[in-house]
């Protein structure tokens, strides 16, 4: 029976920027997230030996990629936890990974030539859906297995979008999904499709939100 003070025991969630220290756990997060999903899946060829192996590196590769270039990330820390994750590529950025020369080829080494490519063609059919004004991208985000299901998802959504609208430069934010169970949650975040990918025998859906510059929402309507 509970007493009544059962909410004042529970860590209440902080939001955090990431920075290098933070790799290491953005990786465990990312990886258990992503080796189960259908893009990942078809995209680095599950039925093949090294499957896992193949999903760690390119975790690696693209969190490595997303600092060096100085993108932004944020989490959400839990009793001193760090139990989800999210990488945001700038308005501006809107990257052509095939024009990444050493992240290619460490995907070659680490990947295989057959997956790099597979994920090449994949990122360049989503940077050709991409909204005009220019829009953030939110590449990786996750969630720890033994954190879902609590409401940390959307609370790192929200401090996403909230990011996101400190940028003038910004129209919205763009991801995608190839697993149709969070295509509620996210319409309920006021998400709509800017189009579909075909991925083998699924479709992968590309997805967009306007987010408003700060100043931009909170200006008075001109009559």
Known sequence: ?????????????????LDTGATNEAKSILYHAYRN??????????????????VRATIRELIDLYFGLE????????????VAVAFIG????????????SWRIRMVLTTGFASTRRYL??????RNMLPQPLAHQLPLMGVNPK????GYG?????????LCSENPRGSGL???????????????????????????DFEDHVLFREVYPEEKAAAPAQN
């Open 90 to 101: 700038d308005p501006e950025l809107r990257m052509n990974l095939a024009d990444q020369l």
């Open 1 to 17: 029976m509970s007493d009544g003070n059962d909410n004042k025991n529970k860590p209440e969630p902080v939001i955090v920027r």
């Open 37 to 54: 999903e259908p893009t990942f899946q078809y995209l680095f060829d599950h039925r093949r030996a090294g499957y896992d192996q193949r």
């Open 154 to 162: 959307r609370l790192l959504l929200k401090a996403v979008e909230k």
């Open 121 to 126: 063609d994949y990122h360049e059919k989503i």
């Open 71 to 82: 993108q932004d990330a944020v989490g959400v820390m839990v009793d001193d936890t760090l």
């Open 147 to 150: 954190y879902q299901n609590r």
């Open 174 to 200: 763009v991801l995608d999904t190839g697993n149709n169970r969070y295509l509620p949650f996210y319409e309920s975040e006021g998400f709509r499709s800017l189009g579909k990918i075909r991925l083998g």
